[in-house]
């Protein structure tokens, strides 16, 4: 089955020490996204890929890096977690374009990050 | 004002009974809406898309109101395994791409 794929499914991590996780999908999309999610609180979008061009939000602060080598892979980085970055992080992915199907976004189940 | 507004409930439902919630959002210009379904600790999954005549899939109905810029969801004879978060979703228009704008959902609780 095509779909959205994301490791580790939880991460632990203390304060300051870098962290990967990493989003595969099957679906051949041309869009990846990163959202964070912390509890009772709409999913916030860090960044988005079209294809190799990275699309940073304004408000995404500068410890979150994102790389995405190949169509099928997308990692988020973070360079320096704090307390505040603990949260659920999911990966997306859509065709891209216009158009409602186009716009529908299909979700990993996310990787759930801890920082001590 | 938030993009996308949401009642966060919790709405308590007895098992069979229909309940409805709406949703409101801020830019006229937005062209795509949806209903995703999140349960506790997972992720979103796509529930609907919100076309502008309405559309039905099932025991859920969802409605578009573009002039009063709000988007309803009615789920009918609601089953224990409806009791999830429901998130309300438009596209940040004039963004291209997809980029969609989440509401912060609504809670729906169906009770034995």
């Known amino acids: 089955d095509a779909m959205v794929i994301q490791n580790p499914r939880y991460q632990v991590t203390q304060f300051g020490k870098p962290v990967t996780l990493s989003c595969s999908q099957t679906?051949?999309?041309?869009?990846m996204y990163w959202y964070q999610q912390k509890s009772s609180q709409a999913p916030k979008l860090l960044f988005h890929?079209?294809?190799?061009?990275?699309?940073n939000e304004a408000d995404t602060p500068d410890n979150f890096q994102s790389r995405r080598p190949n169509t099928s892979f997308c990692f988020l980085d973070i360079r320096s977690p704090g307390l505040g970055d603990a949260a659920m992080y999911l990966c997306?992915?859509?065709?891209?374009?216009?158009?409602?199907?186009?716009?529908?976004?299909?979700f990993g189940p996310g990787t759930r990050l801890t920082v001590l | 004002r938030k993009e996308v507004e949401q009642d966060p409930g919790p709405f308590n439902v007895p098992e069979g009974a229909t309940v409805a919630f709406n949703c409101t959002y801020s830019?006229?210009?937005?062209?795509?809406f949806f209903w995703y379904r999140q349960d506790c600790r997972k992720e979103p999954k796509l529930l609907m898309s919100v076309y502008s005549s309405g559309n039905e899939d099932g025991r859920f109905t969802a409605q578009l109101n573009r002039a009063s810029q709000y988007i309803s969801l009615l789920i009918r004879d609601s089953k224990l395994s409806d009791s999830a978060t429901y998130l309300c979703?438009?596209?940040?228009?004039?963004?291209?791409?997809?980029?969609?704008?989440f509401g912060a959902g609504t809670q729906v609780v169906v009770t034995p």
């Open positions: 997306a992915t859509s065709r891209g374009g216009t158009g409602f199907s186009y716009n529908e976004q299909f």
């Open positions: 979703v438009v596209n940040r228009a004039p963004d291209s791409w997809g980029k969609l704008q």
């Open positions: 679906l051949n999309h041309n869009v």
């Open positions: 830019n006229s210009a937005s062209q795509s």
């Open positions: 890929y079209y294809d190799k061009d990275f699309n």
